[in-house]
Nanobody, 124 residues
């Protein structure tokens, strides 16, 4: 029902910035809690950031706090992840996810829909 498409990934030098986008179609985007997760080769998918349905609440993993800002534009059916001061350890495939509950959550199992991912590579 809900389709999510990430974009904005690419190759960036350490210390650089990227803005990831997640475009949603189907469903009712403005009611969903949304999240960003990432997965590096050989690693489990891990939580990055989450945002409530209206953007009123946001949560971040300790590994990215202070360097990342999650936001959403419900009128555009789009969620964003602004990433600054990128480090090689940030290299991963980044996924956006949606849950019917409007609450932000760090728990991967609570999300019903996932995008295909976008690759972020940070060179040293």
């Amino acid at each position: 029902q809900v389709q999510l498409v990430e974009s904005g990934g690419g190759l960036v030098q350490a210390g650089g910035s990227l803005r990831l986008s997640c475009a949603a179609s189907g469903g009712t985007f403005g009611t969903y809690g949304m999240g960003w997760f990432r997965q590096a080769p050989g690693k489990e998918r891990e939580f990055v950031a989450a945002i409530s349905w209206n953007g009123g609440s946001a949560y971040y993993a300790d590994s990215v706090k202070g360097r990342v800002t999650i936001s959403r534009a419900n009128h555009k059916n789009t969620m964003y992840l602004q990433m600054n001061s990128l480090e090689p350890e940030d290299t991963a495939v980044y996924y956006c996810a949606a849950r019917y509950s409007g609450r932000a959550s760090f728990n991967r199992s609570e999300y019903a829909y996932w995008g295909q991912g976008t690759q972020v590579t940070v060179s040293s």
